[in-house]
T-cell receptor
Framework: DAKTTQPTSMDCAEGRAANLPCNHS???????VYWYRQIHSQGPQYIIH???NNETNEMASLIITEDRKSSTLILPHATLRDTAVYYC??????????????FGSGTQLTVLP | GAGVSQSPSNKVTEKGKDVELRCDPI?????LYWYRQRLGQGLEFLIY????????KSGLPSDRFSAERTGESVSTLTIQRTQQEDSAVYLC??????????????FGPGTRLTVL
C-alpha cells in the first residue's frame, strides 16, 4: 500500500468547512483513497473512499486531484462532534485482498466553538 | 446487537499473567479483524478471519498472541505471559461480504489493556 502524508493537526471553526489534505504521490493505478476517523476513546469509523472521481456521501466529500497524487476530505459544516483524528490511507480494493487496515498517525482535527 | 461489541472495556493485569479479550461482531459479518493501537499511534493489524478460511495471522507480534473464532460469531484474542509492551487498546472490527460493503470495516469500542 502506498504511503500517505498528512498534517499533524488542524483547527476549524464550528459551522465552517474543514478541509483535510492528504498526499499520496506514490499511489498506484489500482489503489483507492480511504478516509477513516477516530473520536477519542472510540474505534475508527469509515467516512468515505474513492478511486479517481470525486465522491460525496452524507458525512463528507472527497476531492481527488487529476494526477491522484493528493486528495482532500471536506466536512462541509464542521461540528464539535467532528473533533477526531482523521486517517487517510490508500490501498487496493479487491475482494479477498482488502483485508487489514494500516493507519499512520493521521490529522488531529479540532473544531473550535 | 447493532454494532461490534467488545469485552471487557478495560483490563488491568500483572506482568506474566494471561488475558483473554472477547469480540462479538455484527451478526452476519463474515470477516473479523483484530488490531492493536498503542497510545497516540495508528492501528497495527494482528489477525484476520474470513468465513471458514484459514486465518491470516501475519500481524501477530509473537507466539504469545493467539486468536480463535467459532464460525462467523464470537472471537477471542488471548495474550499469554503478558508484558508491559502489550499495553494498548485492542480493537476488533467486522465486515460484511458482498460488493456493496466489503471494504467498510465496523469497529468495536476496544479493550484497553494495561499490564503493570
Amino acid at each position: 500500500d502506498a504511503k500517505t502524508t498528512q498534517p499533524t493537526s488542524m483547527d476549524c471553526a464550528e459551522g465552517r468547512a474543514a478541509n483535510l489534505p492528504c498526499n499520496h504521490s506514490t499511489i498506484s493505478g489500482n489503489e483507492y483513497v480511504y478516509w477513516y476517523r477516530q473520536i477519542h476513546s472510540q474505534g475508527p469509523q469509515y467516512i468515505i473512499h474513492g478511486l479517481k472521481n470525486n465522491e460525496t456521501n452524507e458525512m463528507a466529500s472527497l476531492i481527488i486531484t487529476e494526477d491522484r497524487k493528493s486528495s482532500t476530505l471536506i466536512l462541509p459544516h464542521a461540528t464539535l462532534r467532528d473533533t477526531a483524528v482523521y486517517y487517510c490511507i490508500v490501498r487496493v480494493s479487491v475482494s479477498g485482498s482488502a483485508r487489514q487496515l494500516t493507519f499512520g498517525s493521521g490529522t488531529q482535527l479540532t473544531v473550535l466553538p | 446487537g447493532a454494532g461490534v461489541s467488545q469485552s471487557p472495556s478495560n483490563k488491568v493485569t500483572e506482568k506474566g499473567k494471561d488475558v483473554e479479550l472477547r469480540c462479538d461482531p455484527i451478526s452476519g459479518h463474515t470477516a473479523l479483524y483484530w488490531y492493536r493501537q498503542r497510545l497516540g499511534q495508528g492501528l497495527e493489524f494482528l489477525i484476520y478471519f474470513q468465513g471458514n478460511s484459514a486465518p491470516d495471522k501475519s500481524g501477530l507480534p509473537s507466539d504469545r498472541f493467539s486468536a480463535e473464532r467459532t464460525g462467523e460469531s464470537v472471537s477471542t484474542l488471548t495474550i499469554q505471559r503478558t508484558q508491559q509492551e502489550d499495553s494498548a487498546v485492542y480493537l476488533c472490527a467486522s465486515r460484511a461480504s458482498g460488493r456493496a460493503s466489503y471494504n467498510e470495516q465496523f469497529f468495536g469500542p476496544g479493550t484497553r489493556l494495561t499490564v503493570l
